[in-house]
């Protein structure tokens, strides 16, 4: 199971995400974002997170660590914000809570590079769990110690918002063509020889039981949380084993400008290391500067000699 935790401050609501998580400190000194139990989406979004988040940080996946956090709706009283007030106050109980990482900056694919292998894990992992919000359009990647970290998972699995069909849904291919990392070349191959063994159903269940019973309670088809927790594991694990044959890679739908600031554009290397290429322009510039200096130099030494 999760760690478990007790709000004892809510700081600031974060406005970019959709369900409006926000930024708490608990009781053991830490600091987490918060998704709450009261938001729009509803708990499955918190399955999901749990579920993917745990499995990606088995696999190896940088995802910052989870924790279940209990919440007391007084928290909020002194919140200015309506909104956030009745978000508060629709979340007593268990919520979710993901390591804050301070100074952490989202991901740009024109500010950034990923290698071939690395990029080709991270789309696989997308394809098993068919995570749909991974793109260029909103990454949901973030940058921290120079290390490229996965987050917000609520939106992958969507069989499990509609169970019946849960067999039709997972038979489909994955279309990776908008992926924030499909133009780095991502080598799907490599990462389903080295991932897919690690898929096991010993794995997949223990991630399973990370999900506390009362997420999963009142699900129509399943008479007890532990059910439900299988039908996630049988859903998956099949999966693991032939998505790499059905990720599609094609020619993306419409280019986007970096949203990077010009600081960090233009004084910033890419991570993980300088390409080759911008070393060699390096060198050479510095070669070109070198010559133009040489060059004025003995034009300086020729006129004096002159005189």
Known sequence: MLEEVVATRYVTPLREGGSLPGIVEADDLGTYVMKFTGAGQGRKTLVAEVICGQLARRLGLRVPELVA??????IGLGEPDQEVQELLKASGGLNLGMDYLPGSIGFDPL????????????????????NVDRSWRNPNMLVWHGEPWLIDHGATMIWHHNWPGVQTSVAKPYDA????????????AAAATELAPLVTEELLTE?????????????????TPEALRRAYVEALLPRAATIHERITLGERTERKPSQAPGWLTDHLTPWPHPTKNSKNSKNSENSENSENSENSENSKNSKDSGK
């Open 207 to 223: 991630v399973a039981a990370d999900v506390p019973d009362e997420w999963l309670v009142d699900e129509p088809g399943f008479d």
């Open 111 to 130: 500010a950034y590079a990923v290698d071939s292998k690395e990029a080709g894990r991270v789309v696989w992992f997308d394809a098993l769990v068919n």
């Open 69 to 74: 956090i209990q919440l007391d709706p007084v």
């Open 177 to 188: 063509t908008d992926h924030v990392l499909a133009t780095f070349d991502p080598d799907v």
